[in-house]
Structure formats: C-alpha cells, structure tokens
Nanobody, 121 residues
C-alpha cells in the first residue's frame, strides 16, 4: 500500500507561482513512477506530468515550459513547480503512483486526496 498526501495548493493571481508537494508513505517510493494529474470542475481528469524512477520526465504538451515535475527519493516526496499560472490552471491537483511511465490515469493504482489550486485573473 502507498499513501500519498498532497500539499501546497492555494489561491494566486495570474502570473504567480506555486509549488505542490506529495509525500509518500512507502519505503519503496523510489521504485514507483510518479505523476501529477488535475481535474477542473465539469472536466475530465488530465495528466500534467510524469517522472520515472530517475529524472526522465513527460509533460502534457501545453504545460511544458511552465510546469516542472521533480522528485526527492531520499524524502519520498514528489514536487510540481508551477510558474506563470493562468486562470485555466485552476483545478484540483492529484499525485499518483504507478509501475509504468504513462499519462494514462487507469494505470495509476495509488492516488492522493488532492490539493486545490485557484488562479484568479
């Protein structure tokens, strides 16, 4: 079992930055592929970024350059640095763990409870 707890969400103005964190409660954290997803009201959940067990990353095309995913295996923590935030980035952000590197949410067996990000214009 893997428990994931997100933090760092909040309300910011457009153009601002936030850094999300996701703490994992497993001694095998370094063996999991980790990802961030988001879901806005009335919309489907979408992949934001994925990181493998090292430092290879994959981003949703529209977000690359503004968002950066990273991980600290020693701290069992996943991060998402979000810069130049836009109102359309407003959503609940979730971290998730899987055994393969994919942006497809169906392969993620473990999910956090989410942290809300609200960007005002």
């Amino acid at each position: 079992q893997v428990q994931l707890v997100e933090s760092g969400g909040g309300s910011v103005q457009a153009g601002g930055s936030l850094r999300l964190s996701c703490a994992a409660s497993t001694s095998s954290y370094s063996t999991y592929y980790m990802a961030w997803f988001r879901q806005a009201p009335g919309k489907e959940r979408e992949g934001v970024a994925v990181i493998d067990t090292g430092d290879s990353t994959l981003y949703a095309g529209s977000l690359k350059g503004r968002f950066t995913i990273s991980r600290d295996n020693a701290k069992s923590t996943l991060y998402l640095q979000m810069n130049s935030l836009k109102p359309e980035d407003t959503a609940m952000y979730y971290c998730a763990a899987a055994r393969i590197m994919t942006m497809n949410s169906r392969y993620y067996a473990y999910w956090g409870q989410g942290t809300q990000v609200t960007v005002s214009s």
